[in-house]
């Protein structure tokens, strides 16, 4: 079936610094990739999304890029603030669980002033 | 802007209690899913439904029924609320199964057993 990896958090950084939040996943087919976003207190909102390979998704700042010959689509950002402080979500739909949206374990960014 | 509501932000329920979350949203969408978010263990896939009356088991569907009698509302009942039960519940739908269809989720319904 289908799995998503993300990197192991909490992450912690000062404002400005640069954001990477790993990502991998084991599918088959061809899946559409997805970033949500859970702020406090609040549900998920999506973040950005590829559906094919070498596609990048771009919100906010954010970049990741679905890079199907190793399987991942990392979360990137050059200069995170205060208010990106959040938990973050890579998700994949498709491949073997057609309709389901697969999640990784989710990864707590914290940033400081 | 598509709205998913959930009807219940807070609930405090004691153990043998019959439970119902309610989940609306407005963009006609097909698709409608209960997950539930636990630390650690990301978002799990509780039961999902693609049609009126139609419904599927996700990953964990054990303890749980789901009702979907028009488009709009899916609810989520618990026949008897157990304290493993106690968790962050969200709702989510989408326009239907064609690829990269974005989902969307309500804001979530924190449930406490006790």
């Known amino acids: 079936g289908n799995s998503v990896t993300q990197m192991e958090g909490p992450v912690t950084l000062s404002e400005e610094a640069f954001l990477t939040i790993n990502c991998t996943y084991t599918?088959?087919?061809?899946?559409?990739l997805f970033w949500y976003v859970q702020y406090p207190g609040e549900g998920l909102q999506l973040l950005l999304k590829?559906?094919?390979?070498?596609d990048k998704g771009s919100n906010k700042g954010f970049e990741a890029t679905y890079r199907k010959e190793t399987t991942s689509f990392h979360l990137e950002k050059g200069s995170v603030q205060v208010s990106d402080s959040a938990v973050y979500f890579c998700?994949?739909?498709?491949?073997?669980?057609?309709?389901?949206?697969?999640f990784g374990q989710g990864t707590i960014l914290t940033v400081h002033p | 802007d598509v709205k998913v509501t959930q009807s219940s932000r807070y609930l405090v329920k004691r153990t043998g209690e019959k439970v119902f979350l309610e989940c609306v949203q407005d963009?006609?969408?097909?698709?409608m899913f209960w997950y539930r978010q636990d630390p650690g263990l990301g978002l799990r896939l509780i039961y999902f439904?693609?049609?009126?009356?139609m419904k599927e088991k996700g990953d964990i569907p054990e303890g749980y029924s789901v009702s979907r009698e028009k488009k709009e509302r899916f609810s989520l009942i618990l026949e008897s609320a157990s304290t493993n039960q106690t968790s962050m519940y969200l709702c989510?739908?989408?326009?239907?199964w064609g690829g990269g269809n974005t989902i969307y989720f309500g804001e979530g319904s924190w449930l406490t057993v006790v």
């Open positions: 599918a088959t087919g061809y899946p559409s």
């Open positions: 989510a739908s989408n326009l239907d």
């Open positions: 439904s693609y049609d009126v009356k």
């Open positions: 590829a559906t094919k390979a070498d």
């Open positions: 998700a994949l739909l498709g491949g073997t669980s057609y309709g389901k949206l697969t």
């Open positions: 963009m006609d969408h097909e698709n």
